[in-house]
């Protein structure tokens, strides 16, 4: 069985995104596993163990609580929109073959019929299309009509959805400044120590301004998947509408060509009839 070039890059984009899962779950490991970067001497004191990122996360407080918010919010949105965008909820196989065998056979109320029990995406679209099919213009069959319906259909059904994607990128920008934000205060505390002590220990400087930069490195974790999941999603959004968009016009494509076929075959001249 040959793929469709549709298929064949929904697949190759279903791998990408596995494969960047899986270097971003190992990478996210690595980073709060990882030994403390910061210390300058090696510590001789077996008695005292060496943090990792995830104990500095714990020891930053407040100002991780928004970036741990944001986590969350981010995994929920990938799963929802992954979970929405999926070929069963657009444009089922089962359903463009009965469309198509019926528009093919220029039954265009049965084909309303069975897209109106459909809660699919290509369901809805046909059943909001077809009905300006006008069977009384044998030249286009009201395909402007149709084409008209088509595009408002699109611009209210995809707005659902690219709200939802849209919150990932405004993840993607809030959490850098979030992190941001805690740096700042971060570092305002160290100076504060600094001027209220005068020559402070230069270890308990380097604690506080290590437990400040944690708050960017988390900001920096987060946005960056968001981001990617945004114009991933986007994109197989794009993917999913066109192809409902190409099975309906293939759909008016076969009732135009049922209606004209004796008109079509009225202009091959003779000698080349089949």
Avoid at 3 to 31: C, D, E
Avoid at 185 to 200: C, I, R, Y
Avoid at 262 to 268: G, R, S, T
């Amino acid at each position: 069985m040959i793929k469709s070039p549709l298929n064949h890059k929904q697949s190759l984009q279903g791998r990408q995104f596995y494969i960047f899962a899986a270097f971003l779950a190992v990478l996210t490991f690595l980073f709060y596993s990882a030994p403390e970067l910061l210390a300058q001497e090696p510590d001789t004191d077996d008695t005292v163990a060496k943090k990792t990122m995830l104990d500095n996360v714990t020891d930053a407080g407040i100002w991780m609580l928004p970036l741990l918010l944001a986590s969350v919010a981010m995994v929920a949105l990938i799963v929802y929109n992954f979970m929405q965008l999926t070929e069963s909820k657009f444009n089922p196989p089962d359903l463009k073959t009965s469309l198509h065998d019926h528009m093919a056979n220029c039954r265009v109320r049965s084909a309303i019929e069975v897209a109106s029990t459909s809660p699919t995406y290509l369901g809805m679209m046909v059943a909001a299309a077809l009905p300006n099919v006008d069977a009384t213009d044998a030249d286009s069959l009201g395909r402007e009509d149709v084409e008209d319906a088509i595009a408002e259909f699109t611009v209210k059904q995809n707005r659902g959805h690219l709200t939802w994607i849209g919150y990932l990128g405004i993840i993607g920008q809030i959490a850098p400044m979030l992190g941001l934000l805690g740096t700042v205060v971060g570092m305002m505390g160290a100076f504060n120590t600094l001027a209220s002590q005068g020559q402070a220990d230069p270890s308990v400087l380097a604690g506080d301004i290590g437990l400040a930069m944690v708050t960017t490195a988390s900001g920096l974790i987060i946005a960056i998947p968001s981001i990617f999941f945004f114009f991933f999603l986007r994109n197989k959004l794009n993917g999913l509408v066109a192809s409902c968009h190409n099975d309906l016009s293939e759909m008016l494509d076969a009732s135009y060509q049922a209606v004209n076929a004796d008109q079509a075959m009225a202009k091959v001249p003779e000698g080349f009839q089949a």
